[in-house]
């Protein structure tokens, strides 16, 4: 078992709609979670970070934690061209970050 | 404030050879760690450094190896290069705030 799956997509959504990205993580004791944006030949980039249970809100981006569940997610609102990217779930354990595979976003104009 | 800056930015080397990058963390950070990106496995650990030592360390061969100095500057070596070794290598500079990556060393093996 992997210790990050994402759901592969990639997703493709038009201009204004709600991406949903999903990820599950295996380490039941992790504590920190972050989704990070990377574009094509760029690193990447933290978009949002999350440590207790709930949702959190930074602009049109809302990420939830459920420990219970071990499942942590991103919702995109009105989704814009320039969100089209690749998304990576992380989790932080013993001083490391280990990723998801990522979801590729594509947002149709 | 400066993000996390990395040396160099592109390199080709032969199989065999050896290789040293470089990265400079956001100042005030101590802890750095290193990641290879390829298109095949995705983002991976190599190793983290705190004041020094090496807290923790992937599931890479022997080859790859790394050091930080007292400045927190760290730097990463790749011995007896292979041709999978090409790969984007990626350090991360990290606070209580999370990791900020910086823009990474592309490495090709030829």
């Known amino acids: 078992q992997k210790e990050v799956e994402q759901n592969s997509g990639p997703l493709s959504v038009p201009e204004g709609a709600i991406a949903s990205l999903n990820c599950t993580y295996s380490d039941r004791v992790s504590q920190s979670f972050f989704w990070y944006r990377q574009y094509s030949g760029k690193s990447p980039e933290l978009i949002m970070s999350?440590?207790?249970?709930g949702d959190k809100e930074d602009g049109r981006f809302t990420a939830q934690l459920n420990k219970a569940s071990q499942y942590v997610s991103l919702l995109i609102r009105d989704s814009q061209p320039s969100d089209s990217a690749t998304y990576l779930c992380?989790?932080?354990?013993?001083?490391?970050?280990?990723f998801g595979a990522g979801t590729t976003v594509t947002v149709r104009a | 404030k400066a993000g996390v800056t990395q040396t160099p930015r592109y390199l080709i080397k032969t199989r065999g050879q050896q290789v040293t990058l470089s990265c400079s963390p956001i100042s005030g950070h101590r802890s750095v760690s290193w990641y290879q990106q390829t298109p095949g496995q995705g983002l991976q650990f190599l190793f983290e450094y705190f004041s020094e030592t090496q807290r923790n360390k992937g599931n890479f061969p022997g080859r790859f190896s790394g050091r930080q100095f007292s400045n927190s500057r760290s730097e990463m070596n790749v011995s007896t290069l292979e041709l999978g070794d090409s790969a984007l290598y990626l350090c991360?500079?990290?606070?209580?705030?999370?990791?900020?990556f910086g823009s990474g060393t592309r490495l090709t093996v030829v």
């Open positions: 991360a500079s990290s606070s209580a705030y999370g990791y900020t």
């Open positions: 999350i440590y207790s249970n």
């Open positions: 992380a989790v932080s354990n013993d001083y490391k970050l280990s």
